[in-house]
C-alpha cells in the first residue's frame, strides 16, 4: 500500500491557534480613548490657530515660541503629536491588513509605516522639547 | 471598446398565469469552463406581486435555461440554502416577494441578482461555502462540559436561556459574513456568522468553554476586527441583532477577564 501524502488543498484557508494575547483588545480600547481626547485636542488646537483672535493671521514665529514657553502648550501638543501619531498609525495598520493582498506586501508596508511614525514621533517630541525662542535667522 | 447589449433570453416558455407582470430579472451568471469572468444575462419572466424570488429563478431554470446554477432546498427560509444578493442586498431569495420589488407607478421592473460577495463563485450564484463553515467550526459551536454525564437533563432557568435566544436563530446562510466588508477584504476574519455561532454558547449556562472560545475571538481574526457597520444585521434574514452579539462579546473581553 503506497503512502498517502497529506497535502493541503491549494487555497485552503490558514488559520493559526489563538495566542492568548490582549493586544487587539487594547488597541480597539486605545482607537476610542485616543479618538476621545483628540476630539478636544484637534478641536481645540483647531479653534485657537484658525478662529480665535484673528485666526491664521497672527501665526508667526513669535507666536509659536509664545506659546512653547507654556509647559500648558508643549504638554497639550505633545500629548496630541502622540495620540494622533499612534491613533492615526493603528488606524493605518488596520487598513493595511484589510488591503494587503500578501503577506509580504502587509509586512513591508507596516514597516514603511512604523519607520514612519517613528521619525514623526521623535523629529516632533525633539522640536516641542528643545525649541530655543532666541534662534537667529 | 463598444457597447455590447446584453443577450436577452427566450423566455416564451414560462407561463404567465392571470395578473402577473413582466419583469426583467437581470442574473450575473459565470460558468467556469467557460467564461473568464461573470457577466450579467437579461430574462423577461411573467411574475406575480406573491411570487418570490426564487419562484422566478425556478421559472428560468425549468423553462428557458437548464443550466442556470443556484442552491435551494427548503424554500421557506429555514435551512439557508439561498442566500444571493438581490438588488445589491443580500437576501434570501425565498423570502423576498416580488410585490416588494415592483418599480412605482407602473414602471418596468429590473431586478438584479448576483452571488453573494467574499466567498469564491463556483457558478452562477452559488459560491465555496467552505471558508464560510471553516470559521463556523473554529469556533467550538457544540456544548462543550466537563465532569460527570448528568443523568438528566441539562437544566437551565428561563431567565439563563434567554440570555442568547436571539443567537439561536441562525440558519448559517452567510448572508451576513459575505455583507461584511472587513470580510471581503481580508477573508482570515471569522466573520459576524462564526462570531455568532461562538455567543451561542459563549452565554449558555450550560457551557463550560467560554474563555476557550472568547479567547479564539480576542485574537488578531477575532471580534477587533468588526468596524461596526452593521451590515451583517441589515442583512440577517432571522432578523438576528448580529452586531449587538458581537458587541457583547467585545464587551465579555473587556470587561469579564483580561
Ligand atoms: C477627532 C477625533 C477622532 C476620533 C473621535 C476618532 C475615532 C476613531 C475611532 C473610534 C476609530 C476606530 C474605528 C473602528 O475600529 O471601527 C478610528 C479609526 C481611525 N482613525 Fe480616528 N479619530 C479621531 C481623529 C483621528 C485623526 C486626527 C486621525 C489621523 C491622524 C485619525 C485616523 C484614523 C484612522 C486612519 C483610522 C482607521 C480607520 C479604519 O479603521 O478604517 N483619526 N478613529
Ligand atoms: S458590524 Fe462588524 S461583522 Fe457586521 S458587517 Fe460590520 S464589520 Fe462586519
Ligand atoms: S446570523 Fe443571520 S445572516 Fe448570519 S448566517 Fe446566521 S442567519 Fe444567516
Ligand atoms: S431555500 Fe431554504 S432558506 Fe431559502
Known sequence: ?137 | MTAVAEPTNDTSQIPAPEGSVTITVKILRFNPEIDNEPHWESYDVPALPTDRVLNLLMNIKNYADGTLSFRRSCAHGICGSDAMQINGINRLACKVLVKDLLAKDGKPTTVSVAPIKGLPTMKDLYVDMEPFFEAFRSVKPYLIAYGNEPTNERYQSAADRERFDDTTKCILCACCTSSCPVYWADGSYFGPAAIVNAHRFIFDSRDEASEERLDILNDTEGVWRCRTTFNCTDACPRGIQVTKAIQEVKRALLFKRT
Open chain 1, 1 to 137: 500500500m503506497s503512502e498517502s501524502l497529506t497535502l493541503e488543498k491549494p487555497r485552503s484557508p490558514r488559520r493559526r491557534a489563538a495566542r492568548r494575547n490582549n493586544f487587539e483588545l487594547y488597541s480597539w480600547a486605545f482607537m476610542r480613548i485616543s479618538g476621545l481626547a483628540l476630539v478636544i485636542l484637534v478641536l481645540g488646537h483647531l479653534f485657537i490657530m484658525n478662529i480665535l483672535d484673528g485666526g491664521v493671521h497672527r501665526i508667526n514665529f513669535a507666536f509659536v515660541a509664545g506659546r512653547w514657553s507654556s509647559p500648558f502648550w508643549q504638554f497639550w501638543d505633545l500629548a496630541m503629536l502622540w495620540l494622533a501619531q499612534l491613533h492615526g498609525g493603528n488606524g493605518l495598520r488596520t487598513i493595511i491588513d484589510d488591503y494587503a493582498r500578501k503577506d509580504t506586501t502587509r509586512f513591508w508596508l507596516k514597516m514603511l509605516l512604523y519607520a514612519s511614525m517613528a521619525v514623526i514621533l521623535v523629529l516632533g517630541t525633539l522640536v516641542i522639547f528643545t525649541f530655543d525662542p532666541n534662534i537667529t535667522a
